[in-house]
């Protein structure tokens, strides 16, 4: 028997240019009334199910393209430096592709979770759009991950009140959040902090004692961190562990 549809997003919006959903962003969207959307990243195709028509929520606006994202990798110079001791790093500072990429863009987005494959993940695209999810997205995540998002989430408001209608609908949903796409290779994560302001402060500290072209970056909804990009080797990850030591920080290297 069909269960009654549940109250879910069937309007698409206009995919805000969300720089992160810490404490400055956590505030609720006005209404979105655009017929069009528009993710930041560039579009693949994906395969989709129809799904029937069920009636529109008056609480939260949603619903991008049904297309995985593919997202650029961005370069960035970065050698780590201190004053007065120095640190051997790369000179041409590019960071490595990962072998098995992530497609997860900036901004906010619900996840309805992970599956190893890409038919899999459209099976559950199809799943929820049976009550009434539509608009789903299937994004690469490493190797053997695929995950089923929803983009265009506005703001962590927004996003909050959207998983408590598709938890009500039987998904657990999961709200991820970004300020950066995903560059791939390994970061040297100075700290971890619940705020961006927290972050700066904490890069602040950094810079005093001689470490420049750090990066304050958000990598889920209360997370923000203090990331140097450019380290090629473990050896120079390594040396640069050493010397951040050496001054009260303690790195850790994560996926970029």
Known sequence: MRRPAATAIL???????????????????????????????????????PTPT????????????TAAAATTVRTTT?????????????????AHHAA????????????????RSAAAANKLVEAAGKVGFQ??????????????VLQGLTSL????????EARSAGFPVRLECRSHPVQGGLAAVFGHRPTRG???????????????????????????EVDLYGLQTAAQRHELAKEAASVGFRLTFEPG
């Open 11 to 49: 309007a698409p919006i206009v995919l805000a240019a969300v720089a992160g959903c810490g404490s400055s962003a956590n505030q609720t969207a006005p209404p979105i009334t655009a017929t069009t959307a528009q993710t930041t990243t560039e579009a693949a195709p994906a395969t989709t199910t």
């Open 54 to 65: 069920v009636a529109q929520s008056t609480t939260v606006a949603a619903a991008v393209t």
């Open 78 to 94: 970065a050698t780590p430096s201190t004053t007065p001791r120095t640190t051997s790093t790369s000179s041409s500072g590019v």
């Open 100 to 115: 098995c990429p992530s497609e997860q863009p900036a901004g906010i987005q619900a996840s309805f979770g992970r599956r």
């Open 135 to 148: 608009g789903l997205v299937v994004q690469q995540r490493g190797c053997n991950g695929y995950a089923v």
């Open 157 to 164: 408001a927004q996003a909050k009140q959207f998983r408590r």
């Open 198 to 224: 927290e972050a700066l402060q904490l890069r602040r500290q950094a810079e005093r004692v001689g470490f420049i072209h750090l990066q304050v970056e958000q990598d889920a909804c209360n997370d923000w």
